[in-house]
């Protein structure tokens, strides 16, 4: 016999299948738009450096002048780790203690203040294997705009889990103006940026997100992306050495441009982050890549 059970508070409410054939993603309340900031959701591989290029392009941009909020979209919630200096609350677990009565909340109960006034929040993420992540981002965004937080912000940068692309952790895309993927200079990253493009494209019939572009991380060759990048349409923004100053500045809790004593491959890193910040606030064009079917693109970067 099967037995029906009430969805718990974790579960989407509402589905769509107007972002492609067979999708069952969350669908946005089309009243928790964030509004005039410029939304960038980052998402690549798990492990390669996303809520560090995250944080310090948080920086860069308030270094630019600009007014800088950063969600960490990761159960693991360390997306603002060197930004605020500890692992903040989450949202989920926040609105969990006043038993989902969000007008009990105040403010500094779940926004954290980090390295150069950039504003931290971490959603955090549902139970395992019980939840959607489409809740828990809807549920920020919700809170955020009850509060009136996104009404002064310049930009927001959603740090995703972006690994496996479900519908509940694509629900940034339905946000963000730009999706900015993360990739170093491999088979296995490029896989992943590979089903990502094909999760923006689809969010994209429906939302205002387009491509942005690939920042290649931890990569002092780019070969492979560049020929991934060439086939199906794509661009690099930024590149980041494998350098053993960004990898020690997450042991030290700190964003590359807090890391003393300074030395000219730093100086260039904190440099590039500048110039990308820069280059997405003046506004990058869309792109259209085609990603590729599986086969084709083990043909292509697979291995001999």
């Known amino acids: 016999m099967t037995v029906f059970t009430k969805p718990s508070r974790f579960a989407a409410a509402r589905y769509t299948k107007g972002d492609g054939e067979g999708s069952m993603q969350v669908q946005v309340d089309p009243s928790l738009s964030i509004g005039t900031a410029k939304v960038f959701a980052v998402y690549g591989k798990g492990g390669i450096g996303k809520s560090t290029t995250s944080s310090n392009l948080s920086v860069a941009f308030a270094k630019l002048g600009k007014r800088v909020l950063q969600i960490g979209c990761d159960p693991k919630h360390d997306s603002t780790f060197t930004l605020t200096k500890r692992l903040v609350p989450t949202v989920i677990d926040i609105l969990e203690s006043v038993n989902f009565h969000s007008e009990e909340l105040r403010v500094d109960d779940f926004v954290y203040e980090g390295y150069g006034g950039v504003l931290c929040v971490e959603a955090g993420g549902p139970p395992a294997g019980v939840g959607c992540g489409g ?66 494209l689809a969010k994209s019939r429906n939302y205002r997100v387009r491509v942005g572009g690939v920042i290649a991380n931890r990569s002092r060759e780019t070969d492979e992306i560049e020929r991934f990048n060439d086939r199906i349409g794509m661009r690099t923004l930024a590149r980041f050495p494998d350098l053993d100053v960004i990898r020690k500045s997450r042991l030290k809790k700190m964003t590359l441009f807090e890391m003393e004593p300074s030395s000219p491959e730093l100086e260039a890193v904190r440099e590039e982050y500048l110039r990308l910040a820069a280059n997405l606030w003046a506004g990058v064009d869309d792109l259209s890549p085609e990603p590729l079917k599986d086969r084709e693109l083990f043909d292509l970067l697979g291995f001999d």
């Open 135 to 200: 809740y828990v981002v809807g549920q920020t965004v919700k809170l955020l705009k009850e509060h009136h937080l996104l009404d002064d912000t310049d930009v927001v940068i959603f740090d995703v889990l972006g690994d496996v692309v479900c519908g509940g952790f694509a629900a940034p895309l339905q946000h963000a103006e730009r999706a900015l993927i993360v990739a170093t200079n491999d088979f296995d990253s490029i896989f992943a940026m590979n089903r990502i493009v094909a999760a923006i």
